[in-house]
């Protein structure tokens, strides 16, 4: 199934607002799309703010064939590189120019030419398992000891959501980025709440369900399902955290005497074909119809689960996956968002991607977790009203729910996850040394995986569009030919350190050139799968380019990374995408840098513990070097 996974070779991951701040400011200055409509930035609403962003832009053939040779260099011998020149040469002169105009046509009939191309290709269409290979996960921060911390943090947080939700559904977020000159595009936020997919032979579908509709959340408990009525559909009011808190202690209660129900929720985390056909046979039973619909419309889904993870990392896992069915997996919906509350208060939110990226849902719980406007209390609470749900199965849905529970442990079993926090200096120290403190990580990320593996990786990193109309992301292809030379130099005893640091100044500033170049909307790999995709609308098979090793080793994505901006100790998690590879993610604090590490378990060599030691040293080893000149 893994091997599958490598086939898009184009995937999301997390990327804030304020991860390249400096970046954004500058990519905007450089910009010659401007904001219309509106005398001053500030005054955009959420309503209408979309509407004053430029159209995502097709970057020019020649430009992106050109990065994209500079961006495998490091990867090919001399004759590779010539092979794949003259494959981009071929190109050019052949299928490129029909399949560049196509898009062309296309950018003047969409604002945005690949928004529902992104959705169908890399989300929908893609038929791997949700949980590991698409579902990205955040992890709460630790909850102070309490009686009944479970039910309490659990309504509380839905509590604020509902609340934050009220403010999505009135437009009463402020627009990102607005104040600085850089408004960046809230249509995801739009689409955090009561978002569904819903399996289906070959594609998916999604449905987004209006605020009406979805004044409820589903909460499951020792796997069964109950639908808690938290918000009145017609004024959005948001019941009081202290009766939604009774609700779940009962539901708690309720449970704590009965077996545990039918491990349904782990048919979603099986392959999408597999889940689809199931799901045809129970959405068949009109007995199930009252569950199905309450599930589809409902805000999100809220975890109760019956044990409690005792270390970050254990909580890390809990929220990937749920750490096997003698854990918590069978207590799952991986369709929709969920917030994951163990029996100890500790958790987080695992997110259904195809909606939105995964930044945005981050965003929403930092601000519910620390923004007193979503804790005030609505000035006439509706009353909390609770319903279980039941589930009819046949013999073969029974059957296929056992077969389930196998996948789910196989795939908690699969990977391995890993997280520390580095002390020995944060964003400020890096600020303080001039240089970029995301630049910074990801060349020590490149120092450590070279240490412990003996050969530089293929490393995408997201950067995000959202300046742009219903913008997503872009790939920052980390590796270059200033990064091998910084590398390589670094453990090079006979090199001198002004050498080094010179080397050094040349990666970061590569790095930091690349991302404002991504998002401008000028990168490779979202114009590349745009040709791709060109090829197929209008029946063309695939150049050669595509099967070269120049493309093919260079979207052989060995380092996953993402980073988000958040106030907490905490980082976000996903899976590698490959086999041989990880999955990084990390945030900085003021003096600290936390980071999660996840690999595959499998006879490709790889370690999470071991490039986690490598990465503290590297960052070590870089620090000293940035320190001794901090005129960089």
Known sequence: LRRAATRLLLFPRLVSFSQHQSAIYQVRRASSSTISGSSSNTALTMATSDDHLPSLPVPPLASTMQKFLTSVQPLLTADELCKTKALVQDFMDTDGPELQQFLEKRAK????????????????????????????????????????????????????????????????????????????????????????????????????????????????????????????????????????????????????????????????????????????????????????????????????????????????????????????????????????????????????????????????????????TFSKPSASPPRVQVKPLAWHLDAASVADIEAAKKCMDGLAASMVARSFIYKTFGRNSLLRWKVSPDATFQMALQLAFYRLHGCMAPTYETAHLRMFYNGKTETIRTLSTQ?????????????????????????????????????????????????????????????????????????????????VSMPSNNVPGFAPLVDDGYGVSYQFQPESICAGVTHFVNDKGCSSDALCRKLVQSLTDIGALLATNSSL
């Not at 402020?174 to 819903?198: D, H, N, W």
Request: aromatic share 8%; with cysteine.
């Open 109 to 372: 009939r969409l604002r945005n030419w690949l928004d529902a191309w992104w959705e169908d290709t890399a989300y929908l269409s893609y038929r791997m398992p949700l949980p590991l290979y698409s579902n990205p996960g955040y992890t709460l921060s630790d909850p102070a000891p309490c009686a009944d911390v479970q039910e309490k943090r659990a309504a509380q947080l839905v509590h604020n959501m509902m609340q934050y939700k009220r403010h999505v559904h009135l437009a009463l977020l402020p627009v990102e980025g607005a104040r600085k000159g850089t408004p960046l595009s809230m249509e995801q936020y739009r689409r955090i709440f009561g978002s569904c997919r819903v399996p289906r032979p070959a594609k998916d579908q999604r449905f987004l369900f209006p605020a009406d509709r979805t004044g409820h959340v589903i909460v499951l408990c020792n796997n069964n399902f109950y639908s808690v009525n938290v918000a009145d559909a017609s004024t959005l009011a948001v019941a009081a955290p202290q009766d939604i808190e009774q609700a779940f202690r009962a539901i708690l209660k309720a449970e704590s005497a009965n077996a545990p129900g039918p491990a349904i929720g782990t048919l979603t985390g099986t392959p999408r074909d597999d889940w689809a056909r199931t799901f045809a046979r129970l959405e068949a039973d009109p007995r199930n119809k009252a569950t199905i619909e309450a599930i589809h419309t409902a805000a999100f889904f809220v975890c109760l689960d019956s044990n409690s993870p005792a270390t970050h990392c254990d909580t890390f896992a809990q929220v990937l996956h749920g750490r096997g069915t003698k854990e918590a997996s069978c207590n799952r919906w991986f369709d929709k968002m969920q917030l994951i509350v163990a029996r100890n208060g500790k958790g987080g939110i695992l997110l259904e991607h195809s909606p939105l990226e995964a930044a945005v849902p981050m965003n929403m719980l930092e601000s519910v977790s620390s923004d007193p």
């Open 483 to 563: 990064s091998v030379a910084f590398v390589k130099a670094m453990d090079d005893r006979s090199a001198k350190k002004a050498d080094v640091l010179r080397l050094l100044k040349e990666a970061l500033a590569a790095h930091t050139a690349y991302t404002r170049m991504a998002m401008r909307g000028e990168g490779i790999d979202r114009h590349m799968l745009g040709l791709r995709l060109a090829a197929a609308e209008l029946g063309k098979p695939v150049h050669a380019l595509f099967a070269d090793k120049g493309f093919t080793a260079s979207t052989h994505w060995r380092l996953s990374t993402s980073t």
